[in-house]
Each structure stands twice: as C-alpha cells, then as structure tokens.
C-alpha cells in the first residue's frame, strides 16, 4: 500500500467519522459525549498514521519477525491506551449514563478494521 492510498483512505475514513461524530447531535443521550467522540477520532487517526510508518519500517527489516512483534506492540498498546482515554474521561467528566462509551467503541471498532486491512497490505508487499 502506497502512501498516497493509505493517507486517501485514511483521509476519507476519518471524514466519514468526522461526519458520523456530527450526527451525534440528533441524539440528546449522545451529543455531550462528543468531545470523547473527537478525542477518539484524533488519537486513532495519529495510531494509524504511526502503525503505517512503523509497519513500512518493520516489513523492510531484515528480522522478518519484526513486523509480527509490532503488531503485537500495537495492539497491545491500543487496548491499553484506550482503557486508559477512557477512564481519564470518565474521571473528569463524570458522565451519569453509560452511553458515552458507545461512540468511543464505534470509533474503536471503525479504526481497528482500517488498521487490519491496511496492516495486511503492507504484509504482502515486495520490498
């Protein structure tokens, strides 16, 4: 995957999200949760960025396990950080209904099946 394709579907992906995060706002359970909707959109947004150039760099290293450890790295540390972005936002805003994760693992869910696709792209390229 070329980087003028990963930064087009990524562009594209993150402006239909960005769409979707402004449509919260028919929803009066949602639309004061959107501020963890946008936090959400940037932080997987700036992964996917990272995990492209990450995946490039370990695909081309002579250790073919290198690509495999990343993976690993990154989904690991996803998981983690989004617990952690969460809670955060949990803690200072104190949210009274539990809807306000539904557009946090919406966003989650969108941005692990782009990363999926685009990290197997980058697995069967030829260097």
């Known amino acids: 995957m070329s980087k003028k394709q990963f930064f087009f579907q990524l562009g594209s992906l ?31 947004t700036g992964l996917s960025i990272v995990m492209y150039f990450v995946g490039i760099w370990a695909i081309r290293s002579k250790n073919k396990n290198d690509f495999t450890s990343i993976v690993i790295f990154f989904i690991t540390t996803k998981m983690l950080l989004s617990v ?18 539904l ?25």
């Open 84 to 101: 952690v972005l969460v809670l955060v936002y949990f803690r200072y805003v104190q949210p009274t209904e539990r809807l306000f994760v």
């Open 14 to 44: 993150t402006l239909l999200t960005a769409l979707g995060i402004a449509l919260l706002n028919c929803f009066p359970k949602l639309e004061s949760h959107i501020p963890l909707a946008s936090l959400s959109l940037l932080f997987f």
């Open 103 to 127: 557009s946090f693992l919406v966003i989650y869910l969108i941005y692990t099946i782009f990363e999926t696709h685009f990290m197997m792209k980058i697995s069967k390229m030829k260097l």
